[in-house]
């Protein structure tokens, strides 16, 4: 086995450079370099995309959008493995997708994809494409907001016309895209916003936003032709994941939520809309000196309490709105929470900021904040 610096050799001849999605095409070298040799830039769910063909008999479900995305991937993946169809996850999220072992015929390749990887993919032909929704993201990497939603549209210029295509119509880009299919005619199923569910048989799929994110589910689901009793139970058995949302436990008829992955206030925003009667815990390392955000939610919010570098600015900002505490350390906060909250509310560990002034990252503030919660139980 020999080693060499791309970007120093001679290219020709290659059938592509493979890098990974966090390579910057629009300034690294290795762009430039592969496009003189006429030699394609690709990354790992390009390759899945040529191996399909040895692969046995399957389908691929291909989910994008600004956010959402791992949320609604697991969503479809649980489903699926509710219903006893053989499933794998991969893409954004867990494994990456060839390190998996292939699925026997029938099965469903589940793929989040960032715009990252739908960049460096060419040749995927999902049977359900997703896109979720569209906000600007990333647009150090693109040559402004338009550019990036046109890489988020390549994912449906990749299907075949038979294979289907499930849009959120709730942002003005991804609705273009849709409107776009509609006029080729494409198998298409539109997401909008607003539309009446009953989430109350969903405890990790609270909040308008994942009310979008179930809807696009069951829309795929359907897609495939997963039975209904099966999209219900994946529903009503879906746990979450990680640090979103995620519910550690219930004590003294308290429930305790963990949304450590809530790192800045839009990333908020939606937990506090998603619960009633919340004992919020908050801060951390700020990345905005304002939580305007939140602001439409806090009438749910019965009193907060801050932590870390950014308590007491937070302090300063919420105390007319919410009787708020400086409670300086996590341990603290959820102690003074377990004193004032009472059966029916919720004590939400939602901190619109970064986590390394007291922890190594979110995971392990949330991972405290999971065994803080044990301990009360």
Sequence with gaps: ????????????????????????????????????????????????????????????????????????????????????????????????????????????????????????????????????????????????????????ARLFAMQSKDHDAVIGIGDTASAKIARGLSARGEHLFKIAPGVCMDQSRWPSLQGPHNAQNALAAITACQALGVAESAIDAGLESFKGLPHRMERVGTVDGVAYVNDSKATNPDSTAPALAAFDDIHWILGGQAKTKDLDACRPSFGHVRAAYTIGEAGPMFVDLLKNDIPTVYAETLAHAVELCRAAAKPGDTVLLSPACASFDQFRDYEDRGDTFRGLVESLA
């Excluded at 990354?43 to 046995?56: K, M, N, S, T, V």
């Excluded at 099965?107 to 994809?113: A, I, Q, R, S, T």
């Design 1 to 152: 086995m020999s080693f060499a610096d791309p970007v120093e050799i001679d290219l020709t001849g290659f059938a592509g450079v493979v890098v990974s999605p966090g390579v910057p095409l629009n300034r690294h070298p290795i762009a430039a370099k592969a496009r003189e040799a006429g030699v394609p830039v690709i990354g790992d769910i390009e390759l899945f995309a040529q191996a399909r063909d040895y692969l046995p008999s399957h389908r691929v479900v291909g989910i994008t959008g600004t956010n959402g995305k791992s949320t609604t991937t697991a969503l479809i993946h649980h489903i699926l493995e509710t219903a006893g169809i053989p499933a794998r996850l991969g893409g954004n999220i867990g494994l990456p997708i060839l390190g998996e072992e292939p699925l026997p015929v029938g099965g469903v390749y589940v793929l989040e994809l960032s715009s990252y990887q739908i960049d460096l993919t060419f040749t995927l032909d999902c049977d359900v494409a997703v896109l979720l929704n569209i906000t600007p993201d990333h647009l150090d990497r693109y040559d402004g907001f338009d550019a990036y939603a046109a890489s988020k």
